[in-house]
């Protein structure tokens, strides 16, 4: 762990030096920790597809096979032995966390100064008493999910997210942002931003790879 904090710090002073201000740091230093982490992501993507797709395929031969319980079983066995390497994808999962948990850490750590991000406050120490970062990462924390009520980006067959379904998340992301300072709000929608563009590109990379 004090390895990993260690080379954000270090990638952080150069990228700083590179851009001049803070909040522009954040915002680099994040798409760069989140390209290294790509390759994970997009291992974890595929699991969640297979894991989908398994799901689907269970409730097919259940249907399919009910009168016959021995032929069932056997297709089950089947199913699950195909799937079991679908899980790998998610051990990534668990090596994002550490360098995610270090770059919070350096961005929480940064001293009272302002930046050309957020040019209505002085201080990305403190908290947006006028809620626009919050409300932009209550946004952006949700965007992913809004693809999915686009049939061109669906990838499995599952009903559509009810509209209800965001208001946990929208009300989440704001209680989390509301009094969180402003150099965390920024790491949070950079995140967030670069997640959705991930998400898209996910999704047409699926679509033309599998559908088309």
Known sequence: MNIISEGLKLLFNYVLNFTGDYGLAIIVITIIVKLGLLPLSIKQKKAMVKQQKFSADIVKIEEKYKNNSDKLKREREKLYKENIKSFKGYL???????????????????????????????????????????????????????????????????????????????????????????AIGIYFIASSMFGFLEELAFKLYYRIRYVN
């Open 92 to 182: 990534g999962i668990f090596i994002q966390v550490p360098i995610i948990a270090s770059l919070y850490t350096l961005v929480l750590r940064m001293p009272e100064v302002s930046t050309i991000v957020v040019p209505w406050v002085y201080s990305i120490k403190l908290s947006d008493s006028y809620y626009i970062i919050p409300i932009i990462y209550a946004l952006s924390s949700v965007s992913p999910m809004v693809l999915n009520y686009f049939k061109f980006f669906k990838i499995d067959n599952s009903n559509n997210l009810s509209k209800t379904s965001f208001i946990p998340m929208i009300v989440f992301s704001l209680i989390l942002t509301i009094k969180t300072p402003i």
